[in-house]
């Protein structure tokens, strides 16, 4: 590859419709969480840059949620009554002290807002394919099919510290086969959990094959070293080259590292972009790396001190959703991460908090994969393609819909009865509440029609909120002191909010399901599981799901405030930007 076909999606027409979609989410999801206020303007909408001369004007229908669903050619910019083209950099200096932009953040934020647009950019020189055909894709051509990311999030492909050739390499956009880099880590500094009946040795033999252990431990035993006396450790690529290199020479001169080169199987980099599909085998686990890139408000490592925990804690979640009836007949299953690995560098812990991303430099996890459970039949996609669009409009929800055969209203039974109720079965009968966005949830697909869901990325963030859910002392961890009313809203924000808000817009524009419907079926759905388990009715008093309304939680202010630290997981709620409240779409129904 020459240095200008790196950048060959970069072009004029690809960067301005970029500039213009991106554009039309930041005014949406702005106006959603009140950091701007549109007002109507003859069969319109405008909104006034920070001037008081410079303002943008669209047409928008306004749906349940407060949610704008504006159309991106409508949208036009203007300074004094002159016209101006788009241009999204301008847009957030435009706004930026009604954004909340410091000094420090605005150059960075800029700088995400770039790197998602060049990504943007890079999927509109991608051929077109329909989510019609998508939907009859592979899990993988899914995966790496799908092209807006988080859908509340406007700078949600920053991955910052990605130079365009290693864009290229590990985007999962760009389907790149990769290679993961394997360390020995002396004993002295590392750590390997795992859940039960999984033992290192034999568990690492079934991942790298024999010929690859035996390969790694004749390097160890050529530089006079004990196999015996290290761990091995999966790396991402660029944190390797980047980091590790470099930031622990000292582990790597001093022999405490030992760098044994590339697995021979070959992985896919996932939405999350630190995880990894083994394409060789299947069958294998996934692994999660630690990568030290800002992509949406975290840099994206691993604590070697949270690896230690976590085998124990998602092999109590599978036993909890193995042995509880409600969330068994549902068909929910979660992907475990079964082992993990950690590697402490002592000095860098000495001189930081706990916080400090230079204690997440150097850990890796093994997380089960959903393919050895489908039955003949069956197919997986990432949840996240329900909010896919493609390049004509068509929705990938909207494609299942017409695959299965089934009338709209029944197809959405079939998916909340198998993604909605076990959540709302964790929180009412246990406190327990996952985080499940599109990307942490892979369904379980026949002939279009969704058979169940699986849950994953569990021991980071799964949290029990009911101080009395017993958890054994290893899991301790997760519980989390939330205030009462702040409970609920893992249910209103994450799901509602931050999910079907989209799903139920998007079915609506496109004429397969009226909003109306959407949420009566959500209501049906919610009051079939209630009746089901009348033991826990003064739970749900307790907990309203029907309630009017609902506080406002933005993600949109955390990243504007912080992108780099928006949340401490070990105290979400202490975090949260509530402003002002929404109606429910529930209430009433």
């Not at 083209?85 to 435009?94: G, I, R, V």
């Not at 004990?226 to 999966?234: Q, R, S, V």
């Not at 989209?502 to 399901?513: D, H, I, T």
Request: charged share 25%; proline share 5%; glycine share 6%.
């Amino acid at each position: 590859m020459t240095l200008s076909d790196a950048v060959a999606h970069l072009t004029p027409g690809h960067w301005e419709r970029a500039e213009r979609l991106l554009i039309r989410k930041a005014l949406a999801e702005f106006a959603h969480e009140r950091l701007i206020a549109p007002r109507p303007d003859g069969d319109g909408y405008t909104v006034t840059g920070d001037d008081g001369r410079t303002r943008y004007r669209f047409t928008a229908a306004r749906r349940a949620l407060d949610h704008w669903q504006i159309d991106p050619g409508s949208i036009t910019r203007h300074r004094d009554g002159a016209a101006l083209p788009l241009a999204a950099l301008d847009f957030f200096t435009e706004f930026r002290s009604s954004l909340g932009l410091s000094d420090e953040i605005l150059p960075v934020y800029l700088e995400e807002i770039s790197s998602t647009l060049a990504s943007t950019c890079y999927k509109l020189a991608k051929p077109p394919v329909a989510s019609a055909e998508l939907a009859r894709g592979s899990f993988q051509d899914i995966e790496s099919g799908m092209t807006e990311g988080h859908p509340c999030f406007v700078a949600n492909n920053g991955r910052l510290g990605f130079g365009v050739h290693e864009y290229l390499s590990y985007a999962p956009e760009t389907a790149s086969p990769v290679r993961l880099v394997w360390l020995a880590a002396h004993r002295s500094r590392a750590a390997f959990t795992a859940g039960a009946g999984i033992e290192y040795e034999s568990f690492l033999r079934a991942e790298l094959g024999a010929d690859t252990v035996e390969r790694f431990h004749g390097l160890l035993t050529g530089r006079g070293l004990d196999p015996a006396d290290h761990l091995l450790i999966p790396v991402h690529p660029w944190q390797w080259w980047n980091k590790l290199a470099v930031t622990f020479a000292a582990e790597v001169a001093r022999g405490h590292l030992v760098c044994l080169g590339e697995g021979g199987d070959e992985y896919l980099a996932q939405q999350s972009v630190r995880t990894f599909f083994n394409t060789s085998h299947p069958h294998k686990h996934y692994v999660k790396t630690a990568l030290s890139v800002l992509n949406m408000g975290f840099t994206r490592g691993l604590s070697a001190a949270y690896m230690e925990a976590t085998p124990a804690i998602n092999d109590w979640l599978a036993r909890l959703v193995e042995n509880d009836p409600v969330l068994k007949s549902t068909g929910l299953t979660v992907i475990r991460e079964r082992a993990a690995v950690g590697y402490r560098h002592l000095e860098y812990e000495a001189a930081t908090d706990r916080h400090s991303p230079y204690r997440r430099m150097l850990a890796a996890l093994w997380r089960e994969s959903p393919v050895p459970s489908l039955r003949e039949g069956e197919s997986l996609a990432t949840m996240a393609a329900l909010l896919h669009v493609d390049h004509a409009g068509a929705s990938f929800a909207g494609a299942l819909v017409e695959r299965s055969g089934l009338p709209p209203r029944e197809w959405l039974r079939h998916y909340l009865r198998a993604y909605l109720t076990p959540l709302l079965h964790s929180f009412y009968a246990y406190g327990l509440v996952f985080m499940p966005h599109g990307e942490n949830v892979i369904l379980v697909l026949a002939d279009g029609v969704v058979r169940r869901a699986v849950f994953k990325d569990i021991a980071e963030e799964i949290a029990v909120l009911d101080p009395d859910t017993a958890l054994p002392p290893q899991v301790a961890r997760i519980r989390v002191d939330v205030p009462e009313d702040h409970r609920l809203l893992s249910l209103f924000t994450d799901v509602f909010d931050c999910f079907f808000r989209f799903l139920a817009a998007n079915l609506a524009s496109e004429g397969v399901l009226t909003e109306d419907g959407f949420w009566d079926t959500v209501a049906e759905v919610a009051r079939e599981y209630q009746e089901s388990v009348p033991e826990l009715a003064g739970r749900f008093e307790r907990y309203d799901l029907f309630a009017p309304e609902f506080a406002l939680s933005c993600l949109n202010r955390l990243q504007l405030r912080d992108n780099r630290q928006m949340v401490d997981l070990a105290d979400p709620s202490a975090a949260l930007q509530l402003v002002g409240t929404l109606d429910n779409p529930l209430a009433g129904r």
